[in-house]
């Protein structure tokens, strides 16, 4: 499968702070997802970006599959931004699953 | 739209004990993955299904675990018998089909093994 880095491990930020998490990638793809799994285990969808850029709120987005990179930048963080985010890259040559690395570990403070 | 359902939400069974997990996917939806994920860890893949049709089985340890998806929508996977290292979440995801479209999880099965 593809091999899934992420950086930083850990993160912890005051509220209203900037932040961008990176996700690198050993294989080209045709899909990437980011999710938010939060404190109660379930993993929330961020975005299906394969490649380009997406925004959602305070949160977006970047893809530049030729480079094998992703980054998810969060602004003006909030404590309810707590949790574990995941890059999952799939790739036309590492069957159909979703590939995770370990994740970055946020925690935002009041 | 009704997210992917699953129970139960947790499970604590004694090592040699079995046990099944059962998943109903998004209204639609032809494919339907399990995955297991350990703590401190990123989800992996146990099994993909394709309407009823297994199309990825390859990191199932099939001498304990198995699976089904007889109509080609509702799922369950079974563990006969359980080690402790089985102890882990079971997630059940699902996506219109299994070329490259969005995976959408459920909220997991919580498996403790003592």
């Known amino acids: 499968g593809i091999q899934v880095e992420q950086s930083p491990p850990d993160l912890i930020l005051q509220e209203g702070a900037n932040s961008t998490l990176r996700c690198n990638f050993s294989?080209?793809?045709?899909?990437l997802q980011w999710f938010h799994q939060n404190p109660w285990g379930q993993l929330i969808n961020l975005f299906y970006?394969?490649?380009g850029t997406k925004q959602n709120g305070r949160l977006s987005a970047t893809t530049v599959a030729t480079e094998r990179y992703s980054l998810l930048y969060i602004s003006s963080s909030q404590t309810t931004d707590s949790g574990v985010y995941f890059c999952?890259?799939?790739?036309?040559?590492?069957?159909?699953?979703?590939?995770f690395g370990k994740g970055t570990s946020l925690l935002v403070t009041p | 739209e009704a997210g992917v359902a699953q129970s139960p939400r947790y499970k604590i069974i004694e090592k040699r004990q079995s046990v099944a997990f059962w998943c109903n996917p998004i209204?639609?939806?032809?494919?339907l993955y399990w995955y297991q994920q350990i703590l401190g860890q990123g989800p992996k893949l146990l099994i993909q299904?394709?309407?009823?049709?297994?199309?990825?089985d390859s990191q199932l340890p099939k001498d304990r675990f198995s699976a089904e998806r007889l109509k080609g929508v509702d799922s369950t996977l079974k563990i006969q018998p359980a080690k402790l290292e089985d102890s882990a979440v079971y997630l059940c995801?699902?996506?219109?089909?299994?070329?490259?479209?969005?995976?959408?999880f459920g909220p997991g099965t919580r498996l403790t093994v003592t």
């Open positions: 209204s639609g939806h032809a494919t």
């Open positions: 294989d080209s793809v045709n899909n």
């Open positions: 999952a890259p799939r790739g036309p040559n590492s069957g159909y699953a979703l590939n």
């Open positions: 970006i394969p490649s």
């Open positions: 299904f394709q309407n009823n049709g297994v199309v990825d």
């Open positions: 995801a699902s996506s219109l089909s299994w070329t490259a479209y969005e995976q959408y």
